[in-house]
Nanobody, 124 residues
Framework: QVQLVESGGGLVQVGGSLRLSCAAS????????VGWFRQAPGKEREFVAA????????YNSDSVKGRFTISRDNATGTVYLQMTSLKPEDTAVYYC?????????????????WGQGTQVTVSS
């Protein structure tokens, strides 16, 4: 069992930055692949970024490439999503999720545990 708690969301102006954190409980965090997803009102959940258990493989969606950076600290059991050059279309609830095979991927179907989400609102 893994519990995930996201934090760092909030209200920011266009062009601003935020850093989201995903803190995980459990001693096996370093074996999990981690993904960030987001869901805007009335829209389906969307892949944002993912990182493998070692941090050696990273995927980003085209919509955030060059603006968002995913990273992880296995010593503290935390995954980060550094978001820069934020746009109104980045407004959504952001979720982190983990999968036990250690892979980071864009498909949400094999992620086993999800956090409760943190709201990011970008105002124009």
């Amino acid at each position: 069992q893994v519990q995930l708690v996201e934090s760092g969301g909030g209200l920011v102006q266009v062009g601003g930055s935020l850093r989201l954190s995903c803190a995980a409980s459990g001693r096996t965090f370093s074996s999990y692949g981690v993904g960030w997803f987001r869901q805007a009102p009335g829209k389906e959940r969307e892949f944002v970024a993912a990182i493998s258990r070692s941090g050696g493989t990273i995927y980003n969606s085209d919509s955030v490439k060059g603006r968002f950076t995913i990273s992880r600290d296995n010593a503290t059991g935390t995954v980060y999503l550094q978001m820069t050059s934020l746009k109104p279309e980045d407004t959504a609830v952001y979720y982190c999720a983990v999968r036990g095979d250690g892979v980071g991927s864009s498909s949400p179907t094999r992620y086993e545990y999800w956090g409760q989400g943190t709201q990011v609102t970008v105002s124009s």
